[in-house]
Structure formats: C-alpha cells, structure tokens
C-alpha cells in the first residue's frame, strides 16, 4: 500500500519575516531611492512590492477553509 500524502499545511504569508519587512519599510525605501538613486526604480518594482502585499482572501464554502491568494 502506497504512503499517504502529508496532510497541506496552509502557507501564512503575512506572518513571514520578509511580509513583515516590506509592510513595514516600503515607504521608507521608496522615498529613499527616489532621493538617492541617480535614476528612478523601474515602475515595475515598486508595482511589485506593492503587490507582494496584497492577498485577496478566499473561503470555501463547503469545509469553511480560507486561503489568501495574492492576485498577479
């Protein structure tokens, strides 16, 4: 007989080390750079750290799970 799957863990991307570090120093970095930097950032990096912290929230209906899924 074959061995089960492990059971799915759920990720908490909110709760990781790096989520907490872009939440929390984004502005920061932006305003940073545009002061310092000899050029602008590249508009899609500062569209994708702001994306990094966006996670639309999903339930199913039927076993009442959530799930964040972050929309690209």
Same mark, same amino acid.
């Given at each position: 007989?074959?061995?089960?799957? !492990? @059971?799915?863990?759920?990720?908490? !991307? %909110?709760? %990781? /080390?790096?989520?907490r +570090? +872009?939440?929390?120093?984004?502005? &920061?970095?932006?305003?940073? @750079?545009?002061? %310092? =930097? *000899?050029?602008?950032? !590249?508009?899609? +990096?500062?569209?994708?750290?702001? #994306? =990094?912290?966006?996670? &639309?929230?999903?339930?199913?209906? %039927?076993? #009442?799970h *959530?799930?964040? /899924?972050? !929309?690209?």
């Amino acid at each position: 007989m074959a061995a089960l799957a !492990p @059971a799915y863990r759920p990720r908490r !991307p %909110t709760e %990781t /080390v790096l989520y907490r +570090v +872009v939440r929390e120093h984004l502005e &920061t970095f932006l305003e940073h @750079a545009r002061e %310092t =930097y *000899d050029a602008p950032l !590249p508009r899609y +990096v500062e569209q994708e750290l702001r #994306g =990094y912290l966006r996670f &639309t929230r999903c339930r199913c209906e %039927t076993c #009442g799970h *959530d799930l964040l /899924v972050r !929309p690209w």
